[in-house]
């Protein structure tokens, strides 16, 4: 299983030197790959309910630093030779589509291939409105839209798109990215209507905080959705996002273990778990604040759990 590293770009170790650090750390330790989360701005007041927290509280205090992921992953693309750069996940509305492919595939000629894009449509209403994007209700559908706008101009050549929500006359984009088609597209989210897209638009998935025994419930979903667009589940690359506790359990939603937290053991199981589900990888996020701890918990798993899946 390829096992990446979510380099923590908001949050209070969101510095430079902890980014860079912990994105050649990884590369030196041989992770297959570096993450990042998408905020751009915390609006001073939040009301918009977080759906991964049993409260519906967003867990990052507003007044520590975000790094933009974008421009903080052409500086990654230059830090590092052949760990993959991905985001997971990137809110689609929050950026010009054109924009974004144009600089995606940048980064994708410059690090030689090495771009994921990690895709999701937004929770936070306040931060869409400062902003000014799309309108908040309209995500899904411009995400959708942006999605494909992203796939045409990284391939290149003499692009044009007439939607809904975004159009725009013939125009020349050229280099096209490296990878071909285009940078793969992982979809994130857990509802109908995120494994809808993923069946319709994605090359993989991104789950996130589900409860080890609603994993295969999804995947049946997401399977009877790719039939119906003429796939199947080995057409996707099959990715889940954790949390990092080695040493002590963290308690989920139901207040059962938290996969990825615990001893040395039952991280391996849930690892060996998900690969035995059809999953390809698995990214890990340390969410507390001590920047030693950090790099203690990523060398216990390269050298004690990564060797043994």
């Given amino acids: 299983m390829e096992v990446g590293i979510d380099v923590g770009i908001y949050g209070a170790l969101a510095t430079p030197e902890n980014v860079i650090g912990l994105a050649q750390f990884a590369e030196s330790r041989n992770y297959h790959s570096i993450w990042l989360a998408d905020h751009i701005v ?41 760990v993959k750069i991905g985001t997971a996940v990137l809110v689609m509305p929050y950026r010009n589509p054109v924009v974004l492919g144009r600089m995606l595939a940048t980064y994708d000629v410059f690090s030689n291939g090495r771009v994921i894009l990690g895709v999701g449509s937004g929770w936070m209403e306040e931060e869409f409105k400062a902003l000014q994007t799309a309108d908040f209700g309209a995500r899904g559908a411009v995400t959708d839209e942006y999605i494909d706008i992203f796939k045409q101009v990284s391939a290149g050549g003499t692009v044009s798109h007439e939607g809904e929500h975004y ?16 940078p793969p597209v992982l979809i994130g989210g857990v509802s109908n209507r995120a494994l809808r897209r993923v069946a319709e638009k994605g090359d993989g998935w991104i789950s996130v905080s ?45 207040g059962n273990r ?47 759990i990564m060797t043994k899946i």
């Fill in 42 to 82: 915390f609006p001073a007041k939040v009301e918009s309910r977080y759906p991964y927290s049993s409260d519906g509280s967003f867990p990052a205090p507003d007044t520590d630093p975000i790094l933009e992921p974008i421009a903080t992953m052409g500086v990654l693309a230059g830090s590092t030779k052949k």
């Fill in 167 to 182: 159009r725009f006359d013939p125009v020349q984009c050229y280099p096209e990215s490296l990878q071909r088609p285009h």
């Fill in 210 to 254: 589900l409860d080890p025994d609603d994993i295969p419930e999804r995947l049946d979903k997401l399977s009877e959705l790719c039939r119906r667009n003429d796939r199947t589940l080995d057409d996707l690359w099959l990715c889940h996002k954790l949390f990092i506790s080695i040493g002590t359990a963290q308690p989920d939603l139901r």
């Fill in 258 to 304: 938290k996969m990825g937290t615990g001893t040395v053991e039952e991280i391996t199981d849930d690892l060996k778990r998900l690969r035995d589900h059809g999953y390809r990888s698995t990214i890990f996020r340390y969410p507390a604040f001590d920047i030693a701890e950090q790099n203690r918990q990523f060398d216990i798993l390269a050298d004690k």
